[in-house]
Every structure is written in structure tokens, then in C-alpha cells.
């Protein structure tokens, strides 16, 4: 395959990876099972509820971040529609939101060995590049009490390292729109 194919069957692979990882809880004798069903009511304890992120689009709030980059809007995720958004940007790359209520930020983590742990604004995060050979790099961040937003950044031209350059300010300007994690 010519270079450009190459790299957008790769990030569309790392696409798929990364919304399929979040769609699963954890893997026994190497079947996946079901995520738990979302919760329903909120919860009243400290004034924080089960489902900070209710209500919020993940269209939307990539729409935002990526304002004046020169993305298009953003369209719902095949793998996660209710939850996730993807945004190409012909010759550069993509960029993908999942917003999920009741999943820890550490959950979908792939390999440790290719993770780096972190903050971004006052949210607990993990970065981990090159997913299962993929070329791309994905931010899993907290939102408390138990939620989470992943980003996820594939670069047609450009090495991992790229992407994961790119994908920090991208996940500045995601949290910046995030309910606060108090």
C-alpha cells in the first residue's frame, strides 16, 4: 500500500480498536463481555451524580475543541454512535471523542509499556501511543466520580510521536468543556 492509504487504513483500524476497546468491560478466557448498562438515575452523594456526562454531545464538544483547525464537523462514530464523534480532515488526520458514563479512564488501556500517565487541566489521564502497532495515540481522561472522554488522533503523513503532539492540545480544549472534576 502507497503511503496515505497506509496511514488511513491504519488510523481507521486504530479507530475501530479504540471504540471497540471502550464498548467492552474485561476480557475472560478471551471472550469480551458486555459493558454494564449505563446508569439510569443519578446519584445525590456530594452533590456529584453517576452520569456527568449526560446530556453532553460528543459532537459537539470535538466540534468546539477543534474549532479554527480547519476540521468539519464531526459525525457520529460507527462503533458508538450515542456516545462518540469522529472528525476527518482530508491530507492531516482524525480525531475521535467518546464520552462514556460509568467507565474508569484506566479501563481500556492496551498495553502499559506504551503509556504514560498524567493530568490534563485537574483530570487524571493516560496517553498511550501506537495501539497494537497502530499508528495513532489516544488520552483516556477522568471525570469524576467515574466516567470518562477518550480522545483519539490518527495522522495520515505523519509519524506517532505527531499525533500525540497534536493530540495534547486537543485534549486541553476537550476538558476545558467537561463538567469539573471537584
Given amino acids: 500500500m502507497t503511503g496515505p492509504i497506509r496511514g488511513f487504513v491504519t488510523f481507521v483500524g486504530l479507530a475501530v480498536l479504540a471504540c471497540t476497546l471502550t464498548a467492552c468491560d474485561s ?10 448498562p449505563q446508569p439510569t438515575s ?9 452520569t456527568p456526562l449526560a446530556g453532553i454531545s460528543a459532537c459537539a464538544t470535538l466540534d468546539k475543541a477543534l474549532a479554527g483547525q ?15 464523534c469522529l472528525a476527518s480532515k482530508p491530507q492531516f488526520g482524525t ?3 467518546d464520552l462514556q458514563d460509568g467507565r474508569n479512564y484506566k479501563e481500556a488501556v492496551y498495553d502499559p509499556s506504551k503509556t504514560s500517565t498524567g493530568q490534563v487541566g485537574n483530570r487524571n489521564a493516560v496517553l498511550e501511543r501506537d495501539i497494537q502497532g497502530a499508528e495513532g495515540c489516544v488520552v483516556y481522561m477522568e471525570v469524576k466520580p ?12 505523519s509519524p506517532i510521536g ?13 476538558d476545558a468543556l467537561l463538567p469539573p472534576n471537584s
Wanted: hydrophobic content about 30%; aromatic content about 4%.
Fill in 162 to 174: 505527531e499525533a500525540c503532539k497534536t493530540i495534547v492540545p486537543l485534549a486541553q480544549a476537550v
Fill in 95 to 97: 480525531a475521535g471523542l
Fill in 70 to 84: 480547519g476540521f468539519p464537523p464531526g459525525h457520529p462514530s460507527a462503533a458508538d454512535p450515542q456516545h462518540g
Fill in 42 to 50: 443519578p446519584s445525590t452523594s456530594a452533590g456529584q451524580t453517576d
Fill in 146 to 157: 467515574n466516567s470518562r472522554a477518550t480522545l483519539t488522533m490518527g495522522m495520515y503523513r
Fill in 27 to 36: 476480557s475472560v478466557g478471551g471472550t469480551p463481555n458486555p459493558a454494564p
